[in-house]
Antibody
Framework: QVQLQESGPGLVKPSETLSLTCTVSGGSISDYYWTWIRQSPGKGLDWIGYIYYSGSTNYNTNYNPSLKSRATISVDASKNQFSLKLRSVTAADTAVYYC???????????????WGQGTLVTVSS | DIQMTQSPTSLSASVGDRVTITCRASQSISNYLQWYQQKPGKAPKLLIYAASSLQSGVPSRFSGGGSGTDYTLTISSLQPEDFATYYCQQSYTTLWTFGQGTKVEFK
């Protein structure tokens, strides 16, 4: 049973970089879509992006264009972790950030399960 | 980007009611459609994937249907633990998107 746990600072100053790590336990980090999603207080779910890691140096990333190239997702296979960096944050980036596993089977892909418990990141000076 | 529009935004229902939530995509998504349930303070939980496949462990009162641009999530007999917010999500393109959510409240 795969489990995910987010970690990182709960408070980030405006204009700085938000950095979060997700530790994957109970399964391999290869051959899945490792995903970040956020949810602003009282709002809906906002897909940030994913990294598909297929081993060694082979990976593919996709991001929500609304983030205007501020986001970077990477994998550290040796630690079974993946990370999110979001640059130049503003108060609008205050949200609960979830890491999750995107799954696939045959020609079907893109369902998200399981999710981490989420971590609140507040952007404030 | 593919836009996902859910309706209604909220609904009031009673235990035992049959409830249907609709999700419309801005273009055909060929059944690359998932449904999630979220309770307050908790992470979302996958209910349905590929439009109509029930995730393991999810009660059979939940079902999904539809095709093309229009999809539905049906709860055949609403239970007390089903009061929550439900989201659809498309994965037809490499840029995934969620609907805005439907809150199911107690009447």
């Amino acid at each position: 049973q795969v489990q995910l746990q987010e970690s990182g600072p709960g408070l980030v100053k405006p204009s700085e970089t938000l950095s979060l790590t997700c530790t994957v336990s109970g399964g391999s980090i290869s051959d899945y879509y490792w995903t970040w999603i956020r949810q602003s207080p009282g709002k809906g779910l906002d897909w940030i992006g994913y990294i598909y890691y297929s081993g060694s140096t082979n990976y593919n990333t996709n991001y929500n264009p609304s983030l205007k190239s501020r986001a970077t997702i990477s994998v550290d296979a040796s630690k079974n972790q993946f990370s999110l960096k979001l640059r130049s944050v503003t108060a609008a980036d205050t949200a609960v950030y979830y890491c999750a596993k995107g799954d696939h089977s045959g020609s079907w892909y893109g369902w998200i399960d399981p999710w981490g418990q989420g971590t609140l990141v507040t952007v404030s000076s | 980007d593919i836009q996902m529009t859910q309706s209604p935004t909220s609904l009031s229902a009673s235990v035992g009611d049959r409830v249907t939530i609709t999700c419309r995509a801005s273009q055909s998504i060929s059944n690359y459609l998932q449904w999630y349930q979220q309770k307050p303070g908790k992470a979302p939980k996958l209910l349905i994937y590929a439009a109509s496949s029930l995730q393991s462990g999810v009660p059979s009162r939940f079902s999904g249907g539809g095709s093309g641009t229009d999809y539905t999530l049906t709860i055949s007999s609403l239970q007390p633990e089903d009061f929550a917010t439900y989201y659809c999500q498309q994965s037809y393109t490499t840029l995934w998107t969620f609907g805005q959510g439907t809150k199911v409240e107690f009447k």
